[in-house]
């Protein structure tokens, strides 16, 4: 089974919370992930995707959000993938941006009610809804 770590990043407080979900190469809309390098824990692995993938750093480690698992196929191989998920919340100013060498086409900052439909994965919304509840 291969494993990966991600994080649901907001910002703001009430009507003015935002979340940062990113574009990846493959046109879907996601939160920042991916493979854990020697000697990282989970969360080091998701605060530093997010770091290369969307540009943010000064991130809270508010606490972990679960996991999720799920199959894919490439390069006709069927693979397993858990994917452990933490809540982050960034500075009040921090502005997001999608870096093309690291999966990521395009970035933004969105109100939950935006954000939850443009998620590509049902299992990404509900991870978004465990996270907004959570944050308050």
Same mark, same amino acid.
């Given at each position: 089974?291969?494993?990966?770590?991600?994080?649901?990043?907001?910002?703001?407080?009430?009507?003015?919370?935002?979340?940062?979900?990113?574009?990846? #190469?493959?046109?879907?809309?996601?939160?920042?992930?991916?493979? /854990? *390098?020697?000697?990282?824990? &989970? $969360?080091?692995? +998701?605060?530093?995707?997010?770091?290369?993938?969307?540009?943010?750093?000064?991130?809270?480690?508010?606490?972990?959000?679960?996991?999720?698992?799920?199959?894919?196929?490439?390069?006709? #191989?069927?693979?397993?993938?858990?994917?452990?998920?933490?809540? /982050? *919340?960034?500075?009040?100013? &921090? $502005?997001?941006? +999608?870096?093309?060498?690291?999966?990521?086409?395009?970035?933004?900052?969105?109100?939950?009610?935006?954000?939850?439909?443009?998620?590509?994965?049902?299992?990404?919304?509900?991870?978004? #809804?465990?996270?907004?509840?959570?944050?308050?």
């Amino acid at each position: 089974m291969l494993r990966s770590a991600g994080g649901v990043v907001v910002k703001g407080r009430g009507d003015e919370l935002r979340v940062a979900v990113m574009q990846s #190469r493959y046109g879907t809309w996601v939160f920042p992930k991916g493979g /854990f *390098e020697p000697g990282e824990s &989970a $969360e080091q692995t +998701a605060r530093r995707e997010i770091r290369e993938e969307i540009g943010l750093s000064h991130l809270i480690c508010k606490g972990s959000l679960g996991w999720t698992e799920h199959t894919f196929e490439r390069d006709r #191989r069927r693979f397993r993938k858990r994917i452990d998920w933490f809540l /982050f *919340e960034a500075p009040g100013d &921090a $502005e997001a941006s +999608a870096n093309p060498r690291e999966n990521a086409l395009d970035c933004g900052w969105f109100a939950p009610q935006q954000a939850l439909p443009l998620l590509s994965h049902a299992d990404q919304r509900r991870i978004l #809804r465990r996270a907004l509840s959570t944050a308050g």
